[in-house]
T-cell receptor, first 115, second 112 residues
Framework: AQSVTQLGSHVSVSEGALVLLRCNYS??????LFWYVQYPNQGLQLLLK??????LVKGINGFEAEFKKSETSFHLTKPSAHMSDAAEYFC?????????????FGTGTRLTIIP | EAQVTQNPRYLITVTGKKLTVTCSQN?????MSWYRQDPGLGLRQIYY???????DKGDVPEGYKVSRKEKRNFPLILESPSPNQTSLYFC???????????FGSGTQLSVL
């Protein structure tokens, strides 16, 4: 079975500070990994995905994530937080031999930006 | 505009009264799926469909039904809703493989 664990259900950072949202995965086969963002009263949007090409993945809105097999991690970072980054972020994992039909989401991390 | 449309946006009902939440996509996607979102539990998959007339159970299918008679539509049916089905529901669609999922805006369901 596959799973993801997001450490910290709530994270607060000051505007302009580094954003770091943590995600660790468990998978018996090579995983594909995703970060989705949910703004208030909206559905989820894809931020970025890792599908076994480059281990450092760049996404939209200045976010990036690095796949580290030795640490089974896929942490999301952004160098400088903006007020518009306030949202809930979900890490997700899928087995590499399946598409979206076997996508498992984490429990989410709510990011608050302090002015 | 490419989109996934869910209706209704909000729904309050009573235990045992059958209801249907509709989902429609205009992107000719083969894959469609239903999720429920609960605080502290993230998103959990209810059912998914790989194409017309092809559906399969996700992680939490009990108490739900789906159908896929047309490519664009994937309704979620609660034959006898119960209070533990109070949740925020999302429909999503994508092409096959690892193309991104497109999500609807959600349906907030309350079962009294």
């Amino acid at each position: 079975a596959q799973s993801v664990t997001q450490l910290g259900s709530h994270v607060s950072v000051s505007e302009g500070a580094l954003v770091l949202l943590r995600c660790n995965y468990s998978s018996s086969v090579p995983p594909y990994l995703f970060w989705y963002v949910q703004y208030p009263n909206q559905g989820l949007q894809l931020l970025l995905k890792y599908t076994s090409a480059a281990t450092l993945v760049k996404g939209i809105n200045g976010f990036e994530a690095e796949f580290k097999k030795s640490e089974t991690s896929f942490h999301l970072t952004k160098p400088s937080a903006h007020m518009s980054d306030a949202a809930e972020y979900f890490c997700a994992v899928s087995r590499s031999n399946f598409g979206n039909e076997k996508l498992t989401f984490g429990t989410g991390t709510r990011l608050t930006i302090i002015p | 505009e490419a989109q996934v449309t869910q209706n209704p946006r909000y729904l309050i009902t009573v235990t045992g009264k059958k209801l249907t939440v509709t989902c429609s996509q205009n992107m000719n996607h083969e894959y469609m799926s239903w999720y429920r979102q609960d605080p502290g539990l993230g998103l959990r998959q209810i059912y998914y469909s790989m194409n017309v007339e092809v559906t399969d159970k996700g992680d939490v299918p009990e108490g739900y039904k789906v159908s896929r008679k047309e490519k664009r539509n994937f309704p979620l049916i609660l034959e006898s809703p119960s209070p533990n089905q109070t949740s925020l529901y999302f429909c999503a669609s994508s092409n096959q493989g690892f193309e991104k999922l497109f999500f609807g805006s959600g349906t907030q369901l309350s079962v009294l």
